[in-house]
């Protein structure tokens, strides 16, 4: 049962999270309403407030028509320059940053009601346009529709508007970076606080019965505590394989668990529902999200500086901002051990946790970064200084966090120095391996 309801939980999830969700819900609404008015119209409304309020109603059938031709035809020019305009800019944002940016600009939920609203708007004006029928020599006047119709128009002129200046900002490097940058943080936090800081060690896991993956995609998210209540019911200890927003293969390992292994029959289709049910509280994924992995906003931060610094493009500035978030991101990782656990109430570490270690993740982003910018002296100094900050952290869970800083400072070094034969350019790189040398210098070993 248990398994039936994680599916139906993640269809949901899922739903809600497809880009044409809200502008379909909204869409809806006004179909509805339009049809909520004709039955209105039905039973009198615009006859009653032409005797009582005659200010609300449009009373003229050639204005009532003309107004919604007219509301017609703008909206859906509307509609065509708005679309229009999302996809110059989702191609400009594809060229001069990266293609992952794309999915967080699409599924900007603001402009996806804006959407909603004209397309309601559109289908309201149609329907009541066609309500608009001819009963003998005269026409039934749906008056207070109409006027409702010029209301949601204007509704959908401030909507343009709006949608106009916000999706100019959100094209913007430095708020693309920022966006980034505040979901990572925020995702960080969260499992810094929710991290039990006890030392755990799990055996080797090699002979653990492992649960092939039934499905191919980005592992996004896992429900521990689902798993973990599989887990306690069953007395497992559990291991996640692959590290979150791995790509995975069907046919491959995503968990091992250890417990009592049944032989009979019945025992083996038991366990076979028992797997069933686990994998259930995995989520697989087209895309990459943010908010559930913090190690692609690492990703995208480094993208969008590599970018930067292209020849096509030559902004030194983006790239030299891009480290910034990236020297803050890191200085929060070192808060966070390599390796992750879920315990239950009794302090009892029921699931292991695969996760990228610091040193894995700060060299990749210096390998890409010492090699598309090691030839500007301005980004090796902007480097070199956030070095100097995250050896100057003290709220450090492990010190091998600095000596996987130290080993960098040395890669940098000898790339900075074999790329740069001004004088004045090879003293300023010295002169910052000095000052990291002052940082700590018992600990601290810079020698190439």
Request: glycine share 4%; with cysteine.
């Amino acid at each position: 049962m248990k398994k039936y309801i994680y599916k139906i939980l993640k269809s949901l999830d899922k739903l809600e999270s497809n880009i044409a969700f809200y502008p379909s819900i909204i869409s809806l609404f006004g179909l509805v309403f339009a049809f909520f008015m004709i039955y209105l119209e039905s039973i009198g409304i615009s006859k009653y407030l032409v005797e009582n309020a005659p200010i609300l109603v449009v009373n003229n059938t050639e204005t009532a028509r003309s107004l919604l031709t007219t509301f017609i035809a703008g909206l859906i020019s509307i509609m065509v320059f708005s679309f229009s305009l999302v996809m110059i800019l989702l191609n400009q944002a594809s060229s001069n940053f990266s293609p992952r940016v794309l999915p967080g600009l699409i599924s900007n939920r603001r402009h996806q009601i804006i959407l909603g609203i004209y397309n309601s708007t559109l289908l309201y004006c149609i329907f009541t346009l066609v309500s608009i029928t001819p009963q003998g020599d005269k026409y039934q006047m749906p008056g207070f529709s109409v006027l409702l119709g010029i209301i949601f128009m204007t509704f959908s002129l401030g909507a343009f508007i709006y949608f106009i200046h916000s999706i100019s900002q959100e094209i913007q490097v430095n708020t693309i970076m920022d966006k980034i940058f505040k979901k990572s943080k925020a995702r960080l936090e969260k499992l810094v606080e929710a991290e039990k800081h006890t030392d755990t060690r799990f055996e080797d896991t090699s002979d653990w019965k492992p649960i092939m993956s039934d499905r191919t995609g980005y592992m996004q998210d896992v429900s521990l505590k689902a798993m973990a209540e599989l887990a306690e019911d069953h007395n497992l200890i559990i291991e996640i394989v692959p590290i979150k927003g791995a790509y995975i293969l069907e046919g491959i390992p995503v968990l091992r668990y250890k417990g009592d292994v049944n032989d009979t029959n019945d025992d083996i289709e038991d366990d076979k529902e028992l797997e069933e049910e686990l994998l259930a509280t995995i989520t697989f994924s087209n895309n990459e999200i943010i908010e559930d992995n913090y190690i692609l906003a690492f990703k995208q931060i480094t993208e969008i500086a590599l970018k930067a610094m292209s020849p096509g493009i030559n902004d030194p500035g983006t790239c030299i901002n891009a480290i910034d978030y990236l020297t803050e991101l890191f200085a929060l990782r070192m808060r966070k051990k390599d390796q992750s656990f879920y315990f239950n109430e009794d302090d009892k570490a029921l699931i292991h946790i695969n996760t990228v270690s610091y040193e894995e993740l700060l060299y990749n982003v210096m390998a890409a970064l010492r090699t598309y910018s090691k030839h500007d002296i301005i980004v090796v100094q902007k480097l070199f200084i956030m070095f100097k900050y995250l050896l100057q952290q003290n709220n450090v869970l492990n010190e091998n966090y600095k000596e996987a800083i130290i080993k960098e400072v040395i890669n940098l070094k000898k790339d900075a120095l074999n790329n740069h034969n001004n004088e004045r350019d090879i003293e300023l790189i010295k002169s910052y391996i000095t000052k990291l040398k002052n940082v700590n210098p018992s600990d601290h070993n810079f020698e190439v």
